[in-house]
């Protein structure tokens, strides 16, 4: 059973260019959020994503935004790459249920923007 | 004020100690609780779920007190296995989705 997956593991970036990363999600589920962790930090929740839709929104710019995909992976993309946008992006995924507060997560995609 | 409080850290202790890390938080709508442990440059992982009747797995001991808004773990008889982030977590159950809210994490160095 295949946990979470995500895409690349490492990137390097110049500022203003833009990016995109990528998450499968773990067998059996259908839900997707993504967190920003930053050097010293927790995971700061980014956007969740089900039926490709995004329906939770953290406090990000809109030079974050996402996609999902009929099989349930996803895309985070972001545009106009400042410095500080240099963190750890990770994926998690989930079962959509009141219940299901569990998420999973991904290793993570390291993200440098020189 | 942040959304969950954590103890700073480090947490330097020797093998076989005993050392407890405190957490609050501020949304009394809060519903669930939880401790990742996250291992340098690897991803979060639940560690245990908290519970107000308190709850232990082996070594870790979690407590949660609703009306004073605090979470603790405790960990006894520490490894160098233990060596982590420990990250508090609450979960916001609102508008019907489930949306975690992590801590900045409390880091533990275990010595021999």
């Known amino acids: 059973d295949a946990g979470v997956t995500q895409s690349p593991t490492h990137l390097i970036k110049t500022r203003g260019q833009q990016v995109t990363l990528r998450c499968s999600p773990k067998?059996?589920?259908?839900?997707v959020s993504w967190y920003q962790q930053a050097l010293g930090q927790g995971p700061q929740f980014i956007f969740q994503?089900?039926?490709?839709?995004?329906?939770q929104r953290g406090n990000f710019p809109d030079r974050f935004s996402g996609h999902q995909f009929p099989n349930y992976s996803s895309e985070l993309n972001v545009n106009a790459l400042l410095l500080g946008d240099s963190a750890l992006y990770l994926c998690a995924s989930s079962h959509d249920s009141p219940l299901a507060y569990e998420q999973y997560f991904g290793p993570g995609t390291r993200l440098t923007v020189t | 004020r942040k959304e969950v409080e954590q103890d700073p850290g480090p947490f330097n202790v020797p093998e076989g100690a005993t050392v407890a890390f405190n957490c609050t938080y501020s949304?009394?709508?809060?519903?669930?609780f939880f401790w990742y442990r996250q291992d340098c440059r690897k991803e979060p992982k639940l560690l245990m779920s908290v519970y107000s009747s308190g709850n232990e797995d082996g070594r870790f001991t979690a407590q949660l007190n609703r009306a004073s808004q605090y979470i603790s773990l405790l960990i006894r008889d520490s490894k160098l296995s233990d060596s982590a982030t420990y990250l508090c977590?609450?979960?916001?159950?609102?508008?019907?989705?489930?949306?975690?809210?992590f801590g900045a994490g409390t880091r533990l160095a275990v010595h021999p």
């Open positions: 994503y089900y039926e490709e839709e995004e329906r």
């Open positions: 977590v609450v979960n916001l159950f609102s508008g019907g989705y489930n949306k975690l809210i």
């Open positions: 067998s059996g589920h259908d839900t």
């Open positions: 949304n009394s709508a809060s519903q669930s």
